[in-house]
């Protein structure tokens, strides 16, 4: 099976590598190249999904036209309206590139959560509460929530994110950045939720990233992936255990099976879930971006 895995373009500086994209200098804009690269538990896979780098563009593009009012870094995704020495790459990059202004991204990841799954669902079952904010009793894997929440959580580029409370989060980007982004998270959540469930999809959480451009805070990055989301049917959803996926919780559930550490190096993925997973991203881009 084919896949992208790493992108170079000879005279054109890198300025970063992520666990999915590539990002490169383009003076007061930026070039952003999502591979078919896919990170699970903070560890990147040595299997690329193919196609993947294409869905996330996509339906990244899709979301930040169709949230036209909230201010992002989304230029384009059009390559013939790309800069020349871009174009020169067009059939390495066609699909799978964003044409963005360059901010400077926030350390704080900005997660919503509207159902009870995941790292929130193992804090819950300790606690009672997710990122210091108390829930009620008696809440299963996979319950709504009463209201969706905000639980922010640090970023690290090696390792695994940090869920943190509010209180830190505004240490880190001040209070009132911190409230801009915990607001704009919520707005665009509640609207992308209810354009998914129009689509039979329920979003039961996400991440957002936000960035500075001339002090202006921009949404940046993806927005509602399978790769920032965990994506359900609505069909066939049911609280009380891990419902099936549009995302790659289905490649989370596999692993769950080894006998892995969830430390590098990540464990092979068989022809089968690789193929699945890319069968999943294709449904949600389908479903989704309409």
């Not at 200098?25 to 999502?34: H, P, S, T």
């Not at 609207?191 to 805070?217: M, P, R, Y």
């Not at 066939?236 to 692993?255: A, I, M, T």
Request: net charge negative; charged share 25%; proline share 7%.
């Amino acid at each position: 099976m084919n896949g992208t895995t790493t992108v170079d373009l000879p005279g054109i500086k890198k300025l970063r590598s992520g666990k999915v994209r590539e990002v490169f200098d383009l003076g007061d804009k930026v070039l952003i190249v999502a591979t078919d690269r896919l990170s699970a538990f903070d560890c990147i896979l040595p299997d690329p999904i193919p196609g993947k780098g294409e869905v996330l563009t996509q339906l990244s593009a899709f979301w930040f036209q169709k949230f036209h009012q909230v201010p992002s870094h989304f230029i384009t995704t059009n390559i013939d309206e790309f800069p020349e020495p871009v174009k020169r790459h067009a059939d390495l990059l066609r699909g799978r590139s964003t044409l963005a202004r360059k901010t400077d991204p926030l350390p704080v990841e900005c997660v919503v959560r509207g159902y009870l799954a995941g790292s929130a669902w193992k804090e819950y079952q300790k606690s009672g509460a997710v990122c210091g904010i108390d829930l009620p009793s008696g809440l299963e894997q996979a319950s709504q929530l009463p209201t969706p929440i905000f639980t922010p959580a640090t970023k690290i580029d090696k390792g695994h994110d940090e869920n943190i409370c509010w209180e830190k989060c505004c240490q880190i980007l001040g209070e009132a950045v911190a409230t801009k982004v915990r607001d704009l998270s919520l707005a665009i959540y509640a609207d992308g939720s209810v354009h998914a469930a129009n689509q039979g999809i329920t979003i039961a959480d996400t991440k957002f990233e936000f960035g500075l451009f001339n002090k202006e805070v921009l949404l940046i990055d993806e927005c509602l992936t399978p790769d920032s989301s965990r994506f359900w049917p609505v069909d066939e959803y049911k609280p009380g255990s891990s419902p099936v996926s549009f995302d790659k919780q289905f490649v989370r559930d596999y692993l769950e099976t080894l006998n892995w550490d969830k430390k590098p190096p990540a464990p092979k993925l068989p022809a089968e879930v690789i193929e699945k997973t890319s069968e999943k991203y294709r449904e949600a881009l389908e479903r989704l971006a309409r």
